[in-house]
């Protein structure tokens, strides 16, 4: 059963890997001038997968993910109906985050303003 899960979750990381390629594509175009690299590349598969309508935006956009997001689902229902544990793992990491919700907040907002000042950061750089 485990080498089945493994298998699962290689599976869903390569049907993901097309999405998530063209997303970091889109955010790396942004990052300067498209005439520097790696900002050219970056819009050079941008290019690609918008000249490409059939492969480019309904596979690896919307099949693939749609695929992972199936065979995700069903894989997690049946390990949680059948893994006592991992409904017993569930329940104690819920009460944790119960327990001390205020540092998980806390925790949260410190790391959303890491990521807006870094946004902010970049932003300024480029512009």
Known sequence: MNSLRRT???LEVVLIFP???FMTALFVRNLQPQQFEPAHTAQRIVDWYGARTQVGLWLFLMA????????GCVSLVRSWRSDPALRQAA????????R???VL???LATAASA????IVALHVITG
């Open 8 to 10: 699962l979750a290689t």
């Open 100 to 102: 001390h919700l205020a």
């Open 115 to 118: 990521a807006i000042l870094g």
């Open 91 to 98: 329940l104690d990491c819920a009460g944790a985050v119960r």
């Open 19 to 21: 999405a998530a390629f």
């Open 64 to 71: 693939l993910p749609l695929a992972v997001l199936a065979i």
């Open 105 to 107: 907040v806390v925790a």
